[in-house]
């Protein structure tokens, strides 16, 4: 099932849950508005190219809209969409004052020189500068976009409009990015697997991990939960994957990876079938990359405890009621990996004000976030008798739903 479908289907059976109206439930999952630009820009070569960018504002009832801008050949209305109602759900469960957006360009960022990539922002930019702003939609990066990319869209937004650090978040500290931003999403996921764990009176010390990808997200959070005495005995990428029954050394992987850009030829594990990853024996199984990864083909065989989902969409409903069967509990993505919207949202906020935080702040502020969302979802879970990612989705979408009757939605 692709992410638009298993969102919707998430959104629906929260909504029977919370007994909404059937014409505020089909509001709710219109978008406030679709835009598609086509971007014509010379290439180096001196011809001409043209790409489609698409930007998504789902939600507005709790604030501006939010969410990534990704660069990908795959990038197509129907995902953007399901990504950008996430966001609308994702960002009402944090409880920060947002909506949901996303967007992207049709394109390969690697086949594009850096020069090239600057352009085609800079015209995407243009085409959508009088859409988006501080109080209306705020992007960020996602996949096939980072810091610099954000750095270009604040540049040439505040061409039209004065300078306007807090369009968008995730840029360069020094051009008002926040400390702490890019472990963010990562911090988050630990802070979301220690909330967890408390409730079954564990902690990270002394578990073991597996963990499926080893990008930004993956990366910081094995670091984090090696810091903190977790042992992480498997982690894989697009480059292998790697075992160690005793626990793998994070600091010396990152130095490794860092030096060679792969996980291989690493002398501190053995190497193992990726495919293996998700069903090897650990505590904890942490899927960082792809979504769909867990499906009715594997779920059977998956010897974890506890899932912390830090990717988007990692296991398709069928898995779902699977591991549910087998005893599995599943941290739903829509809340385990809200760690980077909400720093963003510390971002937005420092530049709001004009006055930077430390990082120490940044992550006080995020573990107290994390820590009181997964509260408010076990909340959800007790008044409603469901599993966490509908407690998850029921808080969420009751949030925006109240938000949108209070503001009068019929008038």
């Known amino acids: 099932m692709n992410a638009l479908a298993a969102t919707n289907r998430n959104f629906r059976l929260a909504s029977r849950l919370l007994g909404l109206d059937s014409k505020l439930e089909k509001s709710l999952l219109i978008p406030f508005r679709e835009i598609k630009v086509e971007c014509t820009i010379p290439k180096d070569d001196g011809t001409l190219a043209t790409y489609v960018g698409f930007r998504i504002q789902h939600d507005n009832a709790r604030g501006p809209m939010k969410g990534g801008i990704r660069y990908h050949p795959e990038v197509e ?24 957006a996303k967007g992207g360009i049709g394109c390969n960022p690697r086949d594009l020189s850096k020069s090239e990539l600057e352009r085609l922002t800079r015209v995407f930019t243009q085409k959508i500068h009088d859409l988006i702003g501080i109080h209306t939609d705020v992007p960020a990066p996602d996949m096939g976009t980072n810091a610099q990319t954000m750095a270009w869209i604040l540049d040439e937004y505040s061409k039209f409009h004065g300078h306007s650090p807090a369009v968008v978040t995730g840029k360069p500290i020094d051009l008002g990015g926040s400390l702490g931003r890019e472990a963010a999403t990562g911090r988050g996921v630990v802070y979301a697997t220690e909330a967890l764990l408390a409730e079954y009176g564990k902690s990270i010390k002394g578990m073991t991990f597996g963990i499926q990808g080893f990008g930004n997200v993956g990366s910081w959070a094995s670091r984090l939960i090696h810091e903190k005495g ?17 626990g793998i050394d994070i600091p010396e992987l990152l130095k490794h990876k860092e030096a060679t850009g792969s996980l291989k030829s690493f002398n501190g594990g053995d190497s193992m079938d990726p495919n293996e990853l998700l069903v090897h024996e650990c505590d904890v199984l942490i ?3 792809l979504g769909g990864v867990l499906n009715r083909e594997n779920a059977a065989d998956v010897k974890a405890k506890f899932i912390i989902e830090a990717a988007n969409h990692p296991t398709d409903p069928e898995a779902d ?5 087998k005893g599995v509990i599943i941290l739903p993505d829509i809340y385990a990996n809200a760690g980077g919207v909400t720093v963003s949202y ?6 709001i004000q004009g006055f930077m935080w430390d990082e120490e702040k940044v992550n006080q502020e995020l573990k107290k976030y994390m ?5 408010n979802i076990k909340n959800m879970c007790q008044s409603h008798d469901c599993n966490l990612r509908m407690g998850a989705f029921t808080l969420g979408v009751n949030r925006v739903a109240r938000a949108t009757i209070l503001r009068g939605w019929e008038a």
């Open 230 to 246: 977790g042992k992480v005995i498997a982690v894989s990428d697009i480059t292998g994957a790697l075992k160690n029954p005793n």
């Open 346 to 351: 510390f971002e937005w906020v420092q530049n």
């Open 287 to 289: 899927p960082c990359a």
């Open 77 to 100: 209305p129907d995902e953007v969409n399901a990504l950008a109602q996430l966001m609308t759900w994702k960002t009402a469960v944090a409880d920060i004052p947002y909506g949901g």
């Open 321 to 325: 009621e699977i591991l549910s069967k």
């Open 371 to 375: 820590t009181k969302a997964f509260h």
